[in-house]
């Protein structure tokens, strides 16, 4: 069986790693886009502020010869030929495949006008990250606008502060991570933004990126304009999917996929940021894009490719910026019939119930507890015996031993 999986992200290469774990003899092939072996993009902010790469390069630098896959880095594919079982190279060469894994990832994005305009940076690729961070060091950009306060944005902006640039930060709506964090939790990552020297401007619309060849600077809803050494897009992330235009497979936000995370496609799978997923607790379709999720989807490929029947469960909804400084975890729902709180001088716990099962939770200043609530979340456990013991910091898995 020859097996092409374009993309060697977290996706792509947990692929290769489970169909290698079962079956010696298949071909496989690695295509990615960058000059870098895989990379963990989590990974990057410590990677950029310590110059340790262990956990960059989770795998190592050469997971390929390990696995006894072809890895082919710098390869662009430029379209997908399903019928044909091919795929065409930038340069017009031809790969033929019997089984096709699309894990093309994602990118930065901002619906914005010009934020396809050269020197808008796309912080998400370790090339243009690289590229950015060495024309910080080196002195050659002293100032950056980042537009969006997500949390790829305020993790973008606190990195480029801790680097030693002036930062401003742009985001439309009230709040710093409106999407995942209410208002008081909020109010704990902006104080941390503060502290570390960017500047947010809240329920501020930007309208362009403005310039004829080049981005020159921003134009607000305001009539005010904002300029930077370096601008980056980062409302949100935006699939891949380009080099799927006129192959078939159905398209929406990302690539469509089924339970067995199979496209339109016959023999045609996608995984991690570029695939389109349900979430296993609502049952949403939307596009995912945090690492495990990445990684659980790319072993259920792994695993279909081999002709083992297994179903994806769905992903979850998840975000930390633990690594960068901001003990901060936002998993799940934001609301819920009951909410659990505790507070205590910088410390923020909010757990969110529906008919006692725990739905989602926020946990600001202290993430204690973290895997436990999401393990009794997964599992729609029946919580409602712990009471507010449940968002308490002590409660932990001692808890459960009774219950048991």
């Not at 696995?67 to 662009?76: A, C, E």
């Not at 894994?101 to 990118?107: M, W």
């Not at 950009?141 to 980042?146: H, M």
């Amino acid at each position: 069986m020859r097996v092409l999986i374009v993309g060697a992200g977290p996706a792509g290469l947990t692929v290769a790693e489970t169909v290698r774990e079962h079956d010696l003899d298949s071909e496989i092939t690695l295509l990615s886009s960058e000059p870098f072996p895989p990379y963990a993009p989590p990974a990057m902010a410590d990677h950029f502020l310590t110059g340790h790469e262990e956990a960059l390069f989770w795998k190592g630098r050469d997971p390929a010869a390990r696995l006894g896959v072809v890895w082919r880095s710098g390869t662009r594919v430029e379209s997908v030929r399903p019928d044909d079982h091919e795929v065409v190279l930038a340069g017009g060469e031809r790969l033929a495949w019997d089984r096709l894994v699309i894990a093309t990832g994602s990118r930065l994005y901002a619906p914005i006008e010009g934020h396809d305009l050269p020197g808008v940076a796309n912080f998400k690729s370790l090339s243009a990250a690289t590229t950015l961070v060495d024309r910080g060091r080196q002195g050659t950009v002293r100032t950056a606008l980042v537009v969006g306060a997500g949390f790829i944005g305020v993790e973008v902006a606190l990195l480029l502060a801790d680097l030693g640039l002036e930062v401003t930060q742009v985001e439309m709506a009230d709040r710093v991570m409106s999407r995942m964090l209410d208002s008081e939790t909020a109010a704990i990552v902006h104080t941390e933004l503060d502290r570390r020297g960017v500047q947010v401007l809240l329920e501020t619309r930007v309208t362009a990126f403005a310039g004829r060849r080049r981005v020159k600077k921003l134009l607000l809803a305001s009539g005010d304009e904002l300029k930077a050494d370096v601008y980056i897009a980062a409302t949100g992330i935006k699939p891949n999917i380009e080099l799927l235009a006129g192959s078939g497979v159905d398209l929406a936000w990302g690539v469509l996929v089924d339970d067995h995370l199979r496209t339109s496609a016959p023999h045609v799978y996608a995984c991690g940021d570029v695939a389109e997923t349900v979430d296993r607790l609502t049952g949403e379709r939307y596009v995912h894009a945090i690492w495990p999720n990445a990684v659980a989807q790319g072993r259920v490929v792994g695993l279909n490719l081999l002709g083992f029947d297994t179903v994806y469960e769905g992903s979850e909804t998840m975000n930390s910026l633990k690594h960068l400084g901001v003990p901060v975890m936002a998993v799940g729902a934001d609301r819920g019939e009951q909410v659990l709180r505790w507070r205590r001088d910088g410390v923020l716990r909010k757990l969110y119930l529906d008919d006692g099962h725990i739905v989602g939770f926020r946990l600001a200043g202290d993430v204690r507890a973290a895997g436990v609530y999401r393990s009794l979340m997964l599992r729609r456990a029946d919580v409602s015996r712990f009471g507010e013991h449940l968002v308490d910091p002590r409660f932990g898995v001692a808890d459960l031993i009774p219950a048991v």
